[in-house]
T-cell receptor, first 115, second 115 residues
Framework: DGGITQSPKYLFRKEGQNVTLSCEQN?????MYWYRQDPGQGLRLIYY???????QKGDIAEGYSVSREKKESFPLTVTSAQKNPTAFYLC??????????????FGPGTRLTVL | AQSVTQLGSHVSVSEGALVLLRCNYS??????LFWYVQYPNQGLQLLLK??????LVKGINGFEAEFKKSETSFHLTKPSAHMSDAAEYFC?????????????FGKGTLLTVNP
């Protein structure tokens, strides 16, 4: 089945440690996105990538980093510079380089808790 | 800049009653509009989307939404609520044109269905 996988589903880390969240898609989509979700805040865009080896900052990129070495993979690293990393992280992908008509497909999410 | 306002962070209805979830948008160009649903600890699933083909859009699970340009609204309705409709619902806007690769989300409305 085609879709987006995120791993792990739950992740616990100590304060000050970097952590990498995995996102893989087999939909052959061009664009990929990372969002952060906090209760009552909706979804906020962290980073997005429209093609391999290129990505852009979203609205809340500080303290995060990404890479896009392969079309199907878009890992997110939460660094120690992120002041409040505990949140639910969602990865999404979309067909096409342009055209807002195409919806984004979402993965199941990773819940990160920093102790 | 585009924005989305969802009136009511929490809506409670009885099983069998009408569901009405409100969404107003702001966009400098004709928008594309989306409604997503999220069940607890899961990713988002597309309910329906408006792409200018028809102002009344039918989606999955019996939901529909009507685009009203004069009111800048895209409210979500379902004639008869079912217990399985209990979830959080997000309205999102994407601009047609140069910036159409990004979605801007509302803060969400949590729907509770009472037996």
């Amino acid at each position: 089945d085609g879709g987006i996988t995120q791993s792990p589903k739950y992740l616990f880390r100590k304060e000050g440690q970097n952590v990498t969240l995995s996102c893989e898609q087999n939909l052959n989509h061009d664009a990929m996105y990372w969002y952060r979700q906090d209760p009552g805040q909706g979804l906020r865009l962290i980073y997005y990538s429209q093609i391999v080896n290129d990505f852009q900052k979203g609205d809340i990129a500080e303290g995060y980093s990404v890479s896009r070495e392969k079309k199907e993979s878009f890992p997110l690293t939460v660094t120690s510079a992120q002041k409040n990393p505990t949140a639910f992280y969602l990865c999404a992908s979309r067909q096409g380089l342009a055209g807002g008509i195409n919806e984004q497909f979402f993965g199941p999410g990773t819940r990160l808790t920093v102790l | 800049a585009q924005s989305v306002t969802q009136l009511g962070s929490h809506v409670s209805v009885s099983e069998g009653a009408l569901v009405l979830l409100r969404c107003n948008y702001s966009s400098s160009v004709p928008p594309y509009l989306f409604w997503y649903v999220q069940y607890p600890n899961q990713g988002l699933q597309l309910l329906l989307k408006y792409t200018s083909a028809a102002t009344l859009v039918k989606g999955i699970n019996g939901f529909e939404a009507e685009f009203k340009k004069s009111e800048t609204s895209f409210h979500l309705t379902k004639p008869s609520a079912h217990m399985s409709d209990a979830a959080e619902y997000f309205c999102a806007v994407s601009e047609s044109g140069g910036s159409n690769y990004k979605l801007t989300f509302g803060k969400g409305t949590l729907l509770t269905v009472n037996p």
